[in-house]
C-alpha cells in the first residue's frame, strides 16, 4: 500500500520527467559511447601522464571523463529505461522500497543473461572524511549488491565499488545537493 | 639599522621582488610566491633572531633569506627581527654586545655568489648573541634549482643550532589538488613552493602517502574506474598498480621499515584492513569485524597500527597490534574521530574530531590520553607530522577555498601554506631527505 502512494509523489513525479528528458536527450549521443561506458581504462603511459598538464597530453585520458559524466543517463535510456540511480537517506545503507520495481528490472535483465555484468557504484555527500567516505560508499554499493543477488543474480555479474564522496553528481552544500549525491548507480560493463 | 616586525620585513621583501620583475629580471614566480605564506598566532616563547637579506641574493633566482625567515617564523619559535639596513655577511665580524641591547637573542647573515659554471654558492654564519659565541655556518655550492631546497637546509642548520631540536624545513610535502577537471598529484617544498606534479588524472586521486625512503608514494587512483592502490616512484615515474582486488582498494600506509602496505580492500565484502608487502604480493587479513574497518596508521615502531572502525556504532579510533589480535578503543571523546597519525617521535597522534558540526584537527597526547583542539575551523582533513614531529600540516577551508596549513603541536602557530591552484587538499608530510649527519 504504502508502496502504491509513492508512486504518486511529485518527487517520483519529476524523477519520471528527468529519466525521459535524459531519454530524449540520449537519443543524439552515438551508441558507441555506451560501448565503453564503465569499462576500467588500463593504466599505461597513454591515458596517464606525468608532470604535464596541457590538454594535448591527456588527450587519450580526456575521453574517460566523457565516459563518466554521460554514463548514467545514457544507460537509462539504452536498457529500457529502468532507474540505474538508486538514493539512500543521511547515514543510511538501506535499498529503499520505492527503488525496488527497477531492483528487480535489473535482476530479471542479469539473470536473463549471465554474461552481462554490472559494476555498481557508491558513493556519499561531501561531509566527513575522504577514506572513511568511501567505506560509507562501498557499504551502499554492497547493499544494492546483495539486493540483487537475493533476486538471484549471481555474485560474478555484480562488483561493488565506491567513489566516496570523490564524484558528487551535484555540486554544493545544501541538503537538497547532499541529497542527490547519497547515491549508488549501476553501470554495465 | 632599525628593526621591524616580521611583517614589514616581508612587505619590504615582497616591494624589491616586484621592483626587480618590474625591471626586467626574470624573476620566476616561486620567489614571489614565497611572501604569501601568512603567519598567524604568537608563540609562548619566541626566539628573536636579526637577519637581513644575504648579500647579492638579487643575483640568484630564489629569495633566499625570505624563505629562511619564513621556515623559522612558522616553526613558531623564532621571531625575526630585520636587520637589513647592517649589510652583513658571513665573513662580518659583528659586535654581539650591540646586538644584544637591540633585543637580539641570535644573529645570522649570509650570502650569496654566482659561480661560472652556473651554480650557486650560499654562505651563512650564525652567532648565538646571548651566549656571545661563533655558532658556525654552512656553505652549499648547489645548481639554481637547488637554491631553495639550500635555503631550507640553512633554516635546518639555524634550528638545530638554536633549539637541539633537528629541523625538517628541508623536506617534501605531497598533496592533491583540483583544477580545470583534472586531478593532480603535486610534490612541494614543506613551505608549499616549488611545486612538482608526478602524476596529473582525469579521475581523482586521494590518499598519498609517502615511503619511508622519501622516494616512493603510494596514492588511490580511480583512473580504472574503481579506486586502486597505486605505487609510483617519484624521480621517474614509474608506478604500478599495488592493490588492484575485486572491490574497492584504499588507504594505503608504508610499515616504518617500508616494507609493508596496510591497506583497506573490500574483496571479502565490508571494508576490512589487510597488510601486504611493498609490492603487493603476500595479502593478509588484519581485522576481522563486520563494520568499517580502514584509515590504518602504524606507530612508529611498526609493532601496532591505528585505524578507524565504526565497530561501536560512529567511528572510533582503535589500535591493533600489526600481527594482528584484538583491537583497543583509543579515542572515546565525540561520535566522530577519523583519520589517525602517529608523531614520528611516537608521543602523539593527531586526528580529525566533529565538534558541534565542525571537523577540526585534535591532539591526543598517547602517554595521558589527554586530548585539545588544534584548530576552530570546520572543515579540516588529513592531519601529517613533520618529521621532527614538531609540526601538523593539515587541509581545510577558508573563504570557499581549500587550503593547505601547518600548525604547531600547542596549536598556537599556524601557517597558510602559499599554492597556486584553487582546491588543494590531502597533504602528507615527507620523511627527512638528508640523512642524519
Known amino acids: 500500500m504504502q508502496r502504491h502512494l509513492t508512486r504518486f509523489t511529485p518527487r517520483f513525479a519529476l524523477m519520471g520527467a528527468i529519466a525521459a528528458a535524459a531519454l530524449l536527450s540520449a537519443c543524439g549521443s552515438s551508441v558507441k559511447l555506451d560501448e565503453n561506458a564503465g569499462k576500467p581504462a588500463p593504466i599505461s603511459d597513454a591515458s596517464i601522464k606525468s608532470g604535464q598538464t596541457d590538454a594535448n597530453a591527456n588527450a587519450g585520458a580526456s575521453s574517460n571523463v566523457n565516459q563518466v559524466v554521460l554514463t548514467p543517463k545514457n544507460d537509462d535510456a539504452l536498457s529500457g529505461g529502468l532507474t540505474r540511480v538508486i538514493y539512500f537517506d543521511f547515514d543510511s545503507f538501506v535499498v529503499k522500497d520505492e527503488i525496488s520495481a527497477a531492483i528487480d528490472g535489473h535482476a530479471k535483465r542479469l539473470t536473463a543473461n549471465k554474461g552481462k555484468k554490472v559494476i555498481v557504484e557508491g558513493h556519499t555527500d561531501e561531509r566527513g572524511g575522504r577514506e572513511y567516505n568511501l567505506a560509507l560508499g562501498q557499504k551502499r554499493a554492497e547493499a544494492v549488491q546483495k539486493s540483487l543477488t537475493l533476486l538471484g543474480v549471481s555474485a560474478d555479474q555484480v562488483e561493488a565499488v565506491s567513489f566516496g564522496e570523490e564524484r558528487p553528481a551535484v555540486t554544493g552544500a545544501s541538503e537538497e545537493a547532499w541529497a542527490k549525491n547519497r547515491r549508488a548507480e549501476i553501470k554495465d560493463r | ?437
Open chain 2, 1 to 437: 639599522m632599525s628593526f621591524s616586525d616580521s611583517r614589514r620585513s616581508a612587505c619590504h621583501g615582497l616591494l624589491t621582488g616586484l621592483a626587480l620583475a618590474a625591471g626586467g629580471t626574470a624573476l620566476p614566480l616561486s620567489a614571489l610566491a614565497q611572501f604569501r605564506v601568512e603567519i598567524s598566532g604568537v608563540g609562548a616563547t619566541q626566539i628573536p633572531v636579526a637577519t637581513g637579506r644575504f648579500r647579492d641574493e638579487s643575483r640568484s633566482p630564489a629569495a633566499l633569506s625570505a624563505i629562511v625567515q619564513a621556515d623559522l617564523e612558522r616553526s613558531g619559535l623564532f621571531k625575526v627581527l630585520d636587520a637589513s639596513a647592517d649589510r652583513l655577511d658571513e665573513t662580518s665580524r659583528p659586535a654581539l654586545p650591540d646586538w644584544r641591547s637591540k633585543g637580539a637573542d641570535a644573529l645570522l647573515a649570509g650570502s650569496v655568489t654566482p659561480l661560472a659554471d652556473g651554480r650557486f654558492d650560499v654562505r651563512y654564519h650564525l652567532w648565538d648573541v646571548l651566549k656571545g659565541k661563533d655558532q658556525g655556518g654552512l656553505s652549499l655550492v648547489v645548481p639554481a634549482a637547488d637554491l631553495r631546497q639550500a635555503a631550507h637546509r640553512i633554516a635546518d642548520d639555524i634550528y638545530e643550532k638554536l633549539t637541539g631540536d633537528r629541523g625538517a624545513f628541508a623536506t617534501r610535502i605531497a598533496y592533491v589538488s583540483k583544477s580545470g577537471g583534472k586531478h593532480h598529484l603535486l610534490v612541494a617544498d614543506s613551505d608549499g613552493e616549488g611545486a612538482q606534479s608526478p602524476l596529473t588524472s582525469p579521475q581523482p586521486i586521494i590518499s598519498p602517502a609517502w615511503a619511508p625512503d622519501g622516494r616512493q608514494l603510494a596514492y588511490v587512483s580511480f583512473e580504472t574506474g574503481k579506486p586502486v592502490v597505486v605505487v609510483q616512484d617519484v624521480s621517474s615515474g614509474r608506478r604500478r598498480v599495488v592493490a588492484g582486488f575485486k572491490g574497492s582498494n584504499s588507504a594505503p600506509a608504508w610499515s616504518p621499515d617500508g616494507r609493508q602496505l596496510a591497506v583497506t580492500l573490500s574483496r571479502d565484502g565490508g571494508s576490512q584492513l589487510y597488510l601486504m608487502g611493498a609490492d603487493g604480493e603476500g595479502v593478509k587479513r588484519l581485522t576481522q569485524s563486520g563494520a568499517i574497518d580502514t584509515e590504518a596508521a602504524w606507530s612508529p615502531d611498526g609493532a601496532s597500527i591505528y585505524f578507524v572502525s565504526d565497530r561501536g556504532g560512529g567511528p572510533q579510533i582503535y589500535r591493533i597490534a600489526a600481527g594482528g589480535g584484538t583491537p583497543q578503543r583509543v579515542t572515546f571523546n565525540g561520535a566522530y574521530n577519523i583519520s589517525p597519525a602517529l608523531s614520528p617521535d611516537g608521543k602523539w597522534m593527531a586526528y580529525v574530531s566533529q565538534v558541534s558540526g565542525g571537523y577540526r584537527v585534535h591532539l591526543m597526547d598517547l602517554a595521558s590520553g589527554a586530548v585539545k583542539a588544534l584548530t576552530d575551523t570546520r572543515d579540516d582533513e588529513s592531519p601529517s607530522f613533520a618529521p621532527n614531529s614538531r609540526q601538523i600540516i593539515y587541509a581545510t577551508r577558508t573563504q570557499g577555498r581549500e587550503v593547505l596549513m601547518t600548525t604547531t603541536l600547542d596549536g598556537r602557530i599556524k601557517a597558510h601554506l602559499a599554492t597556486n591552484v584553487a582546491d588543494v587538499r590531502e597533504p602528507v608530510w615527507g620523511p627527512y631527505l638528508q640523512p642524519r649527519r
